[in-house]
């Protein structure tokens, strides 16, 4: 039964540039969250993805934006890259509804780093 | 005020000690609340919920919430070397069913 599966596990990007991460929910789960994890912080919770529509956002600007394909996974876009991009970019999946009271699944994340 | 709160630490303890470590939230309608271990360069990892108020035991781990107090606490008996992690308290704040986390407390066991 695999887990939650993110790609790619770590990436360089230059500032200006766009990015792209990708994750596929545990087997069974059909909501994705994604969250940004900065050095020392706790994870920040950017959005929700359930039935292919963002469902919650977080604080974060336009520039992160998202998609959810029919097969649940999902997508994370980040464009016009800033230094402070530079985080942990954590994907947990839940099934709708049940992640607010048993908790998600994470998955390994992926380390962007904006030079 | 943040919504989540707990000491950053380092707590250090000794192993075999119990390991205490607390956790404060502002949002009164919290429904859940969450224990995640997160090792140095790894991702979260689920070790308890709890959304009655009172004790949760599972094996050395013991959650406790208080909502009157606002409060929420992990108990982690007989502490092993293995324990030395980064603790994250999460709570799901209800009114919009967001996930929000702490900062974590890193632990220390020391052997």
């Known amino acids: 039964d695999a887990g939650v599966t993110q790609s790619p596990t770590h990436l360089i990007k230059t500032r200006g540039q766009q990015v792209t991460l990708r994750c596929s929910p545990k087997?069974?789960?059909?909501?994705v969250s994604w969250y940004q994890q900065a050095l020392g912080q706790g994870p920040q919770f950017i959005f929700q993805y359930y039935e292919e529509e963002e469902r919650q956002r977080g604080n974060f600007p336009d520039r992160f934006s998202g998609h959810q394909f029919p097969n649940y996974s999902s997508e994370l876009n980040v464009n016009a890259l800033l230094l402070g991009d530079s985080a942990l970019y954590l994907c947990a999946s839940s099934l709708y509804g049940a992640g607010g009271n048993y908790g998600y699944t994470f998955g390994s994340g992926t380390r962007l780093t904006v030079v | 005020q943040k919504e989540v709160e707990q000491n950053s630490g380092p707590l250090s303890v000794p192993e075999g000690a119990i390991a205490s470590l607390n956790c404060t939230y502002s949002?009164?309608?919290?429904?859940?609340f969450f224990w995640y271990r997160q090792y140095s360069g790894k991702s979260p990892e689920l070790i308890m919920f709890?959304?009655?108020?009172g004790d949760k035991e599972d094996g050395r781990f013991t959650a406790q919430l208080n909502k009157a107090s606002q409060y929420v606490s992990l108990l982690i008996r007989d502490s092993q070397p293995s324990d030395s992690a980064t603790y994250l308290c999460a709570v799901n704040r209800g009114r919009d069913d967001k996930i929000i986390f702490g900062k974590g407390t890193r632990l220390h066991i020391l052997p």
């Open positions: 087997s069974g789960h059909d909501t």
């Open positions: 949002d009164r309608g919290s429904q859940s």
């Open positions: 709890i959304y009655s108020n």
